[in-house]
């Protein structure tokens, strides 16, 4: 179930999906998480984007259509998963940094490790995807027919509880004001500055 409006650009989109769920079914069971941290990626006019130098067939997914989950490699280490936004044709993407395990943790944990903290279990992008099971195969799964991995509708969000700051770890564009979060939220990732990062005017 399609739980906003995907085809607009991903600033818009990405404050809208704190609260909604993703769902992972697989043989070993059941694993859903509702989003509480999320990350706009605006294309060929972001800097910090995949997609910003153009088409490559790395990034192909994120060029749409919307609702779809790009998912990429991060530092050779993580998969991070993105859930595709606008136009069609356009790049457009949020990336999901962090969620609450509601269903299966049991299984998040045995995914995650056993000394791991309940509010860690998914607190980071990539812990996010290795929490619910998601690896390159899930690249290009459509979000909103399933039925593996599902986007679904959550419980509405007060706006009074939407923080919004600049994005993670990110070099290049780092100061845009584009990463939405639940304040007060421990699953919710810690800020961190990327040691190269530059003043770049934020947008």
Not at 70 to 94: E, F, K, P, Q
Request: contains cysteine; aromatic residues 6%; negative net charge.
């Amino acid at each position: 179930m399609n739980v906003v409006d995907l085809a607009r650009p991903a600033e818009e989109v990405a404050p809208e999906l704190l609260g909604a769920t993703l769902t992972h079914d697989t043989p070993a069971g059941t694993v859903s998480i509702t989003i509480t941290e999320t990350e706009a990626y605006s294309g060929t006019a972001d800097p910090a984007s995949h997609a910003y130098r153009g088409r490559t067939p790395r990034n192909a997914v994120m060029f749409g259509p919307a609702g779809h989950l790009y998912v990429y490699r991060s530092h050779g280490l993580h998969w991070c998963a993105n859930i595709v936004t606008g136009t069609d044709g356009i790049a457009s993407a949020v990336l999901i940094r962090a969620g609450r395990v509601i269903e299966g943790e049991d299984l998040a944990r045995e995914r995650r490790g056993a000394e791991v903290e309940t509010p860690r279990l998914a607190r980071g992008p990539g812990n996010f995807c290795q929490a619910l099971g998601i690896t390159a195969e899930h690249n290009g799964t459509d979000l909103l027919t399933g039925p593996s991995v599902e986007l679904s509708e959550g419980e509405p969000v007060p706006a009074a509880l939407i923080r919004v700051g600049p994005r993670v770890g990110v070099s290049r564009a780092h100061d845009w004001q584009h990463r939405f979060y639940l304040a007060g939220d421990p699953t919710v990732s810690a800020y961190r500055l990327s040691p190269r990062a530059k003043p770049s005017g934020g947008a």
